[in-house]
């Protein structure tokens, strides 16, 4: 059970990164000001992402994954 709790935290954590420098570096080409939001404060991805012009649910739910994969292995590995 260790083991499957440190996979889902740091592959958690690891996803929700990589999903959020994605969606950071996509805010960069369309305007940098929008990157740099994304950058800075973490609510925007989701502002960003659900806007109807730069919408993106593919690479959101896999932001949305990765957060709860790291929450299911913060919940294991404290049992």
Do not use: H, N
């Not at 954590?13 to 994605?22: D, E, G, M």
């Not at 939001?37 to 109807?52: D, E, M, S, T």
């Not at 012009?53 to 990765?66: I, N, Q």
């Amino acid at each position: 059970m260790d083991v499957i709790g440190r996979v889902l935290l740091f592959g958690g954590a690891f996803f929700a990164f990589a999903a959020q420098i994605y969606i950071v570096i996509l805010a960069f080409k369309r305007k940098v000001i929008e990157g740099i939001l994304c950058f800075i404060i973490p609510g925007y991805v989701l502002i960003w992402a659900l806007r109807q012009e730069t919408r993106r649910p593919k690479v959101l739910l896999a932001w949305a994954g990765g957060l709860v994969a790291l929450i299911v292995g913060v919940i294991i590995l404290s049992i």
